[in-house]
Every structure is written in C-alpha cells, then in structure tokens.
C-alpha cells in the first residue's frame, strides 16, 4: 500500500518553478526522509500534500485520495509553527483535534493522554504562553498528531531542539513507527535521518537527485575503500593483490583504496587465498552529510 | 463548506474573545454611563428640564454670540434677555473685524432702511453655509421680532410672535402616546442617535477583533496548522459568524440593559418620559448592522492576512477606517438635514451606506428609495467583497517575512484561480 504518491509535480511561482517534474512514493508504514538544501521545494512539495497549494499539473494522492479528501487523517508539524498565546494548553489540541474532525470528547481524552506523554499534564489549564519554549515544541508536537493521524508529516522537526527534547523527539518518532504510522521526516539533521530513515528523497532546484533507500544509496556513493585488520604486520597490497590502488596505514588498520570497477568481496577472496589473516574487513561508511554536500554541492557548480 | 468545521471555528474565536479584557470594559462602560445619566437626572430633579433643553441646543450648532451693527435704531439697546446672545458693535468694519478674529460667530449689519426693506447683510468667516444658518436661525428671527414689536403690543403676543412654536415632542407607538415632558427630545432623537452610534462602533471592533484575530494567527504562524485541517474560505467563514457573534453579545447587553433602565427607572426619574425607539428604526438598524459587519468583516479578514504583524494590518486597514469614519464627520450636518445630498449619495456607496443609514434613519423619515437602494447595494457588494476577500486571506496568509506591495495585492486579486 502506499500513503504518498506523487506523480510528475509541477508548481511554479510566477517565473520560479518550485517543483519541477517530481515524482516519489512513500510506502505505508516506513519512515520517509525527505532532504535538500533550503529553497529546493521541500516545503512547497509537503503543502501540496497537505492541500495547503494546488498543484501546477501532475497527480498527488494521499491515502489513496485526494489531498483535500485526506486531510483529516494526516498530521502535520510546519516548518513556520507556532501556537495560540491566549489559549490554554488543552483547549488548544481539543479545537485542533476538532478542525480534523475529531469529536469534542474524544479529542479531550486524547488530548489529555498526549500531555502525559510529554510531562506537560499540569500545564493543561495554563495559557500555552505560559509554557517555556521547549515545553511549547513539546506541546506543537504533539499537537500535529492529536487526532490520531495514519500519516505525519514532519518539516524540520528538530528545528531549534537542544539535544535532551531531541533525543526525547527521536524517541517518540521511533515509538510512532512501531505503532505503525507512516512517517516523513524533512530535516536538515543528517545524523537523524541516517539514524530513523529507511528511504529518502533529496531535492535540489525543484528536482530528486537522489531517491531510494538509504543502504543502498550510500553504497552506491561509497568511495570504493575498505579497511582492513589484521594480527600480523601486512605486506604491501597495493602490488600484491588485483584492483588495489593504493594501501594507508590508519590507527593499526589499513585503508585500501580499490580500482573503479572492483568488487571488494573479490578483494576478500584474493586476502584469504593468500592466507592474510584478516581480523576485520570492512566497506567504509560514508557519512550521508557528505553525498549530500557532494550531490548539492556538485550541482550547484 | 464544512459546516460542523466552521461552527468549530466560530465557538472557539467566540469563546476566546468573549473574555478578552477590551470587551468586557466596553461592554459594561456603555450601560455604566447610561446609569450614570439616570443618576444625574434623579439628584437635579426640576432642573432636568434645563438639561434637557441644554442638551437639545447642543445639537443645533454654534452657540457664539451674533454682532449687531445698528443704523436702524430699531436694536438699541439690545433687550435683556438677548444680551448673552447678541452683542452690539459700532460699525461694519468693526464687525468685520469681530467675524474674522472669531470673537462673534456672525455679525447682522441693519441699515437705516431695515423696517422699510428687510435687508440685512449678513457676515460671516469661511463658506456661505453661516449665511443660509443665520438666516434660519430661530434665535435671530426671536431677536429680530422681539426688538421690532417691543412696547407695541401685548406681552404675551409679543412673546408668540418672537417664539410662535414651543414644540412638544410625543412619539405615537402601539396606539399608546408617550413621550411628555421636557426630556422627550432626547430620548425620541438622541437616545437612538446614541444607540446607532454604538452599533455602528461594534461594527468596526468586532471586525477590528477579526483584523486582529487573523493577523495574529498568521503572526504565531498558527494558521499554517489550521489551513491544512480547513480551507481557507471555511476559516474565514467561521471567523466571521464567532466574531460577528461577540458583537451581537454585546449589542445585546446594550439594549437590554437600556430598556431596563428606562423601564425600571423611569418611574423614579419621572421627567425622564419613555424610552422609545421606533419598531422601523430598530429593525432596519440590525439590517443595516448585519450586512455592514459582514462587509466590514471580510475586508477585514483580507487585509489582516496581508500584513506579517498586528501592527503592519493595522495599518493597511486604515483605508477603510477611514472611509468609515466620514459619516461622521458628516454628523453636524445630518442633525441639520438628515436627507441632504451627499448623506443621500454615500448611503448608495458600499462603505458607507450601512453607518450613513444608521445614522439617518433616528433622525428622520427616510426616503424609501434610499432604505431600498442601500440595503441592494450592501447585498449586492458583499458577495464580490468576499470574492476579493477570500482572494487575499487564501494568498497573504502564506507569504511570510514581507508584505506585499500595492502591485503584488493587485496581483493576486486579479489572479486566476
């Protein structure tokens, strides 16, 4: 089942096109990243979504529907949020759940739940002005999923969080993808994404640049090293085995760099052949931050 | 159009701005005043009267004294009950000069001639309305008359012929005459001249509430939220009937709390006669209150979208302030000739045709055309109000951090879609 699918978006904003041919589809249940640099149209694509913008042409449905028909059970954290000053804690997730349809009484016990949830029960008589500004973040998260969305979507999130609420933020978003919720999270928090994501979608100038799954993007942009370690001292690789470019000793282990075109399990076979004893052999991670900044930051020259 | 979404949003702007401090000072300050007045009236007793017939003069105009220049012999000495009034002046330059440094309102220069003639010249600062009101004025025609018949008739002629009318106000309503007593001018023309002024001021704070609730909701950045659970028109929609709603509110306490007070104390402040606004004058000023507040309320609502704070909305909405205002400023003249001219033209301008009836119609008869026209032009501009209404509430609550220019609002009122 998928809960997003957008299919060859186009929005422009008089001269500028926000959204340029874009397609994507988020699966039901999976945690979607959605990335790019600011200004590439992650906000206008999530709008869209959210029936905030009508789209220029291509088709958009949400739950199977038309953004306008599926509003009620999606939840929503803008970018640009803020809440009700004059209004107390409760009353405000009850009118919220209410204009997503939410019956009154249903919305009380729920709201009344979410507050426990985030230790902010005692504040719920007070004036959400009262609260202080990490108990408002608190209190504007769960405000996105008081009416007990299928579908949350997340823009930036983590915007502004010292580091306890976001690991308690991380938590909560986890504990939501347990409970089966469809989740995409637009951050600029590499580390985050790498650590909650299954897929994402990075946009630049309107466009996906890269979309898939994590694992396999950051194989794909790998540069093709491995590190290897061993008890004994090595001889010199770089000539003794095929595709091996070059070896550098690191920390007491050995970086190899590989030839384009060489697998690094034929690497492997090529180590134990000739009877290396390998104690570690591994592909090097690449941070996702730097197939970002290489992907954005070689397009934009 | 959801209608259970926008009668959610109506609850929660009525129930938050019901408790707002600025209204419930306002709505208890208007009926605090009235029994103030009542208070007033009680402790003078007899001298109630007076109040009252001061309180009418107020409102006929200027109350300077008149220079008189006099060839004719006939005005000198000015007789005593006409020295607060009138003033004798030695020559017409000396008159000019009185005019134009203001110490006289007008002066009358009386030739030799004057019983033969009639002619008189008038002077008088500014326009050539002073003239046309010295004319009129009962005051110079009793001074005129009492001067010209002084010790040739009878007293009492005399003093008809100087004041032929002491008119005595009784308003026939439900085939009961009331409104005897000296303070009956008040409470038939004034009280609902008050009335009609307050209305028409909750017109512009509730809409003054709605700028503020929209323009702050797009300030906190709220409206994001609520826009992808509503559309916009519904929000709008809902914000109008909660807000309009408050008013209401407060209309009502305002005239429940007046009919208590003239229908429970009158008995005490006998001289205080009945309180009686014409059936005709109360329903049509809801009409008119109605269909100005929505008016009101959506434009209101457009503009508060546009600016990116309070204060920044605040003044975008001076335009239409204004244009509210000049009913207003026509007052002095309305009190005069509720059917003049221009009052007549501006009750057919959309923008001022719900105030300038509601003022008139305490007034005076109102020609029907003019109630009739009014209220098409209010029913017809209202729909293309919320036409361009909608317009800029739908595109100026996203565009954050500027506010648009005179050319981008343009933009987007004449945008398709």
Same mark, same amino acid.
């Given at each position: 089942?998928?809960?997003?699918?957008?299919?060859?978006?186009?929005?422009?904003?008089?001269?500028?096109?926000?959204?340029?041919?874009?397609?994507?589809?988020?699966?039901?249940?999976?945690?979607?990243?959605?990335?790019?640099?600011?200004?590439?149209?992650?906000?206008?694509?999530?709008?869209?979504?959210?029936?905030?913008?009508?789209?220029?042409?291509?088709?958009?449905?949400?739950?199977?529907?038309?953004?306008?028909?599926?509003?009620? !059970?999606?939840?929503?954290?803008?970018?640009?949020?803020?809440?009700?000053?004059?209004?107390?804690?409760?009353?405000?997730?009850?009118?919220?759940?209410?204009?997503?349809?939410?019956?009154?009484?249903?919305?009380?016990?729920?709201?009344?739940?979410?507050?426990?949830?985030?230790?902010?029960?005692?504040?719920?008589?007070?004036?959400?002005?009262?609260?202080?500004?990490?108990?408002?973040?608190?209190?504007?998260?769960?405000?996105?999923?008081?009416?007990?969305?299928?579908?949350?979507?997340?823009?930036?999130?983590?915007?502004?969080?010292?580091?306890?609420?976001?690991?308690?933020?991380?938590?909560?978003?986890?504990?939501?993808? %347990?409970?089966?919720?469809?989740?995409?999270?637009?951050?600029?928090?590499?580390?985050?994404?790498?650590?909650?994501?299954?897929?994402?979608?990075?946009?630049?100038?309107?466009?996906?640049?890269?979309?898939?799954?994590?694992?396999?993007?950051?194989?794909?942009?790998?540069?093709?090293?491995? !590190?290897?370690?061993?008890?004994?001292?090595?001889?010199?690789?770089?000539?003794?085995?095929?595709?091996?470019?070059?070896?550098?000793?690191?920390?007491?282990?050995?970086?190899?760099?590989?030839?384009?075109?060489?697998?690094?399990?034929?690497?492997? !076979?090529?180590?134990?052949?000739?009877?290396?004893?390998?104690?570690?052999? %591994?592909?090097?991670?690449?941070?996702?931050?730097?197939?970002?900044?290489?992907?954005?930051?070689?397009?934009?020259? | 159009?959801?209608?259970?979404?926008?009668?959610?949003?109506?609850?929660?702007?009525?129930?938050?701005?019901?408790?707002?401090?600025?209204?419930?000072?306002?709505?208890?300050?208007?009926?605090?005043?009235?029994?103030? &007045?009542?208070?007033?009236?009680?402790?003078?007793?007899?001298?109630?009267?007076?109040?009252?017939?001061? @309180?009418?003069?107020?409102?006929?105009?200027?109350?300077?004294?008149?220079?008189?220049?006099?060839?004719?012999?006939?005005?000198?000495? #000015?007789?005593?009950?006409?020295?607060?009034?009138?003033?004798?002046?030695?020559?017409?330059?000396?008159?000019?000069?009185?005019?134009?440094?203001?110490?006289?309102?007008?002066?009358?220069?009386?030739?030799?001639?004057?019983?033969?003639?009639?002619?008189?010249?008038?002077?008088?600062?500014?326009?050539?309305?002073?003239?046309?009101?010295?004319?009129?004025?009962?005051?110079? /025609?009793?001074?005129?008359?009492?001067?010209?018949?002084?010790?040739?008739?009878?007293?009492?002629?005399?003093?008809?012929?100087?004041?032929? @009318? /002491?008119?005595?106000? /009784?308003?026939?309503?439900?085939?009961?005459?009331?409104?005897?007593?000296?303070?009956?001018?008040?409470?038939?023309?004034?009280?609902?001249?008050?009335?009609?002024?307050?209305? #028409?001021?909750?017109?512009?704070?509730?809409?003054?509430?709605?700028?503020?609730?929209?323009?702050?909701?797009?300030?906190?950045?709220?409206?994001?939220?609520? +826009?992808?659970?509503?559309?916009?028109?519904?929000?709008?929609?809902?914000?109008?009937?909660?807000?309009?709603?408050?008013?209401?509110?407060?209309?009502?306490?305002?005239?429940?709390?007046?009919?208590?007070?003239?229908?429970? @104390?009158?008995?005490?402040?006998?001289?205080?006669?009945?309180?009686?606004?014409?059936?005709?004058?109360?329903?049509?000023?809801?009409?008119?209150?109605?269909?100005?507040?929505?008016?009101?309320?959506?434009?209101?609502?457009? #503009?508060?979208?546009?600016?990116?704070?309070?204060?920044?909305?605040?003044?975008?909405?001076?335009?239409?302030?204004?244009?509210?205002?000049?009913?207003?400023?026509?007052?002095?003249?309305?009190?005069?000739?509720?059917?003049?001219?221009?009052?007549?033209?501006?009750?057919?301008?959309?923008?001022?045709?719900?105030?300038?009836?509601?003022?008139?119609?305490?007034?005076?008869?109102?020609?029907?055309?003019?109630?009739?026209?009014? +209220?098409?032009?209010?029913? &017809?501009?209202?729909?293309?109000?919320?036409?361009?209404?909608?317009?800029?509430? /739908?595109?100026?609550?996203?565009?954050?951090?500027?506010?648009?220019?005179?050319?981008?609002?343009?933009? #987007?009122?004449?945008?398709?879609?």
């Amino acid at each position: 089942m998928t809960a997003i699918c957008v299919d060859h978006l186009v929005k422009r904003y008089d001269e500028v096109v926000a959204v340029d041919e874009l397609s994507f589809v988020v699966t039901e249940g999976e945690l979607f990243g959605l990335l790019g640099p600011n200004g590439a149209g992650k906000t206008t694509t999530i709008r869209i979504l959210m029936d905030i913008l009508k789209p220029d042409s291509g088709e958009v449905k949400v739950l199977g529907r038309r953004p306008t028909e599926a509003k009620e !059970r999606v939840g929503y954290l803008p970018e640009e949020r803020g809440l009700f000053r004059d209004v107390k804690v409760l009353d405000t997730l009850v009118y919220l759940a209410e204009l997503k349809g939410m019956p009154r009484t249903a919305a009380w016990g729920r709201g009344r739940g979410l507050l426990e949830r985030v230790d902010l029960t005692e504040w719920a008589d007070r004036k959400v002005k009262d609260l202080s500004r990490g108990m408002q973040q608190r209190l504007q998260f769960i405000a996105s999923l008081v009416h007990d969305p299928d579908l949350l979507i997340l823009d930036e999130p983590f915007q502004g969080l010292d580091p306890v609420n976001t690991e308690r933020l991380k938590g909560f978003v986890e504990e939501l993808r %347990e409970a089966g919720k469809t989740i995409v999270l637009s951050t600029h928090q590499m580390n985050l994404v790498e650590a909650l994501c299954d897929r994402i979608l990075l946009m630049n100038h309107g466009r996906d640049v890269l979309y898939g799954h994590l694992d396999a993007i950051k194989q794909e942009y790998a540069p093709n090293v491995v !590190r290897l370690r061993s008890t004994e001292a090595l001889p010199d690789l770089a000539d003794e085995i095929p595709g091996v470019l070059s070896a550098e000793p690191d920390d007491g282990a050995v970086n190899l760099t590989l030839a384009e075109v060489v697998d690094p399990q034929d690497v492997l !076979r090529s180590l134990v052949e000739r009877r290396i004893d390998v104690r570690e052999f %591994e592909v090097a991670p690449i941070p996702l931050e730097d197939i970002f900044v290489r992907v954005v930051g070689g397009e934009e020259r | 159009m959801d209608w259970r979404k926008i009668s959610v949003i109506a609850r929660h702007e009525y129930m938050t701005n019901i408790k707002r401090l600025g209204f419930i000072i306002m709505t208890v300050a208007v009926p605090a005043l009235g029994i103030l &007045g009542l208070l007033l009236a009680t402790l003078l007793g007899g001298e109630a009267q007076q109040i009252g017939e001061f @309180l009418a003069r107020q409102f006929e105009g200027s109350s300077q004294a008149t220079g008189v220049v006099d060839a004719s012999g006939v005005f000198s000495p #000015i007789q005593p009950a006409y020295k607060e009034d009138f003033v004798s002046l030695e020559s017409e330059e000396a008159a000019a000069e009185a005019v134009e440094w203001g110490e006289v309102s007008a002066a009358l220069v009386i030739p030799e001639d004057y019983v033969e003639t009639g002619r008189v010249v008038v002077l008088t600062s500014g326009s050539g309305f002073g003239v046309v009101e010295v004319g009129d004025s009962a005051d110079v /025609r009793a001074f005129l008359v009492d001067h010209l018949l002084a010790g040739k008739v009878d007293e009492d002629i005399r003093q008809r012929a100087a004041r032929p @009318l /002491r008119p005595e106000a /009784r308003v026939v309503s439900g085939g009961e005459t009331r409104g005897e007593g000296p303070l009956s001018f008040v409470f038939t023309f004034v009280v609902p001249y008050v009335l009609s002024f307050f209305l #028409i001021m909750t017109i512009f704070v509730s809409s003054g509430y709605l700028l503020r609730s929209v323009a702050t909701e797009k300030e906190t950045r709220v409206v994001e939220l609520i +826009i992808s659970s509503v559309r916009p028109m519904e929000l709008m929609a809902g914000k109008v009937v909660g807000l309009g709603a408050v008013g209401l509110t407060q209309v009502l306490i305002w005239l429940l709390s007046a009919v208590a007070f003239s229908g429970g @104390l009158v008995a005490v402040v006998a001289a205080a006669g009945a309180f009686v606004v014409p059936t005709r004058v109360m329903v049509l000023g809801v009409v008119y209150y109605l269909l100005g507040y929505t008016l009101y309320a959506i434009l209101m609502a457009g #503009i508060g979208a546009l600016g990116t704070t309070m204060q920044e909305s605040q003044q975008l909405a001076g335009i239409f302030s204004f244009f509210a205002a000049i009913p207003y400023m026509l007052s002095g003249f309305l009190f005069a000739n509720p059917n003049v001219l221009l009052a007549r033209i501006l009750s057919f301008f959309p923008l001022t045709a719900a105030t300038m009836m509601m003022l008139r119609l305490p007034l005076a008869e109102v020609p029907w055309i003019d109630v009739v026209g009014s +209220i098409v032009v209010l029913v &017809g501009s209202i729909p293309g109000a919320l036409w361009v209404g909608a317009k800029l509430f /739908r595109v100026g609550l996203l565009i954050y951090g500027k506010r648009p220019t005179v050319k981008e609002i343009w933009g #987007i009122v004449t945008s398709q879609g």
